[in-house]
């Protein structure tokens, strides 16, 4: 069957791919269409057309499903930022469950039975301490539109609160609306600081303080069972895997470049009286040798922290060559992080013990995960 743009379809969805869009089939053909939950019967209209797929915007639910409930957003569905608004939370879990067990059993040749249930977060909304303003200048409307990236990635959706953040960001939404950027292209960062932590304006730290401890808890725990004496703290930021971690091991050390996070660093640890740990401003490739040389491998435990593209391919070959007894991966990206751990289990070097899941960004598609690798003997 051919379609073209403009098609209204009939689909029945039996599938959520990651990354939000549900999965219907018109003879064997895919139909991707946003904002549907497995077992609905919707109408849609075609909007781009590929050899083998899809995609489609939703008209209609002909025959709902019984998670679906009521946004909370007035802007759901216009505004990019969330995609699981019109899903039970309860469901929401379940569903990022199943899309890390799938992607992790398809990228990572990895078993599925590793990944465990998702840790839900004990607040669903209200929960972002960091969020991102947009402003765009509206032609036809000739006037300014200030707030996040629509649902169709071209322009940006003028808003005036926003569900998931905390409260006090929203305060702020008021004020940069009170007081608009001058012109469109300007991006303004509201955040939360958090408290007791020393963080420059541009480092990062974790946008959810509600499911920190249980992060924090889940990546002590993978440590201690490791039983490690070292600790080796890639991409540290601001020093906090390090930190929070430092009583479980004899010594750490973190590495970072960004020097502003390495002296944030630092006087962190100093704040709380730690002293059995340093920080390094570094390129990782440039230092991990020596400090694995240094602990040596078989008593290290390193954690990995990247950015959302994933570790760069020398650090892997080098975890892969001076074998730490543990890794410990965080991400918040599934599909780069199944990437990495299949790189990392190559050739029987490490072995993934356990995932854990954690509901970090409740109402999106984006779920934070911990890995256990240990060496194999």
């Known amino acids: 069957m051919s379609f073209k743009i403009g098609d209204r379809v009939s689909v029945t969805i039996h599938d959520i ?10 003879d064997e053909f895919v139909i991707f269409v946003p904002f549907v939950i497995v077992g609905e019967t919707v109408e849609a209209e075609i909007t781009e057309v590929k050899k083998n797929f899809a995609r489609a915007k939703l008209l209609r639910v002909v025959t709902a499903a019984r998670e679906r409930v009521t946004p909370e957003c007035k802007f759901y569905g216009a505004c990019g930022g969330c995609q699981y608004q019109h899903i039970d939370y309860a469901a929401q879990l379940r569903i990022k469950h199943k899309q890390i067990s799938d992607l992790f059993e398809r990228v990572g040749k990895i078993s599925r039975e590793v990944v465990a249930p998702v840790l839900p977060c004990p607040s669903p909304y209200g929960y972002r301490n960091r969020i991102m303003i947009r402003s765009q200048w509206n032609g036809p409307a000739k006037k300014l539109e200030i707030g996040f990236i629509r649902t169709d990635n071209k322009f940006v959706e003028d808003i005036d ?16 609306r009170a007081n608009p950027p001058h012109k469109g292209g300007i991006k303004v960062v509201l955040r939360v600081q958090p408290e007791n932590w020393e963080v420059p304006r541009d480092s990062f730290f974790q946008n959810n303080f509600f499911l920190l401890p249980k992060l924090v808890e889940t990546v002590r725990e993978f440590l201690k069972a490791g039983g490690s004496r070292h600790l080796i703290d890639l991409y540290c930021g601001v020093g906090f895997f390090g930190i929070e971690a430092a009583d479980v ?39 991990l040798p020596e400090l694995l040389q240094k602990f040596s491998p078989e ?26 007894a543990q890794v410990i991966y965080v991400s918040c990206h599934p599909a780069t992080m199944a990437r990495d751990l299949n790189i990392l289990c190559a050739d029987g070097v490490f072995e993934l013990a356990q995932v854990q899941p954690l509901d970090m960004f409740p109402q999106t598609q984006h779920v934070e995960c911990v890995a256990d690798l240990r060496r194999r003997n």
């Not at 791919?17 to 018109?26: L, M, N, P």
């Not at 609160?161 to 008021?174: G, H, R, S």
Request: net charge negative; hydrophobic share 40%.
């Open 249 to 287: 091991v004899d010594s750490f050390v973190g590495v970072e470049y960004d020097k502003l996070a390495i002296a944030a660093a630092r006087q962190n640890a100093a704040s709380r009286k730690i002293n059995n740990g340093e920080f390094i401003a570094a390129q990782v490739e440039d230092v």
């Open 17 to 26: 791919a990651f990354g939000g869009e549900g999965v219907g089939r018109i």
């Open 299 to 324: 008593k290290t435990s390193v954690i990995l922290d990247p950015p959302r593209k994933g570790c760069w391919p020398a650090t892997l070959e080098l975890l892969r060559t001076t074998k730490p």
């Open 161 to 176: 609160e926003c569900k998931i953040a905390e409260p006090v960001l929203n305060e702020q939404i008021k004020e940069v």
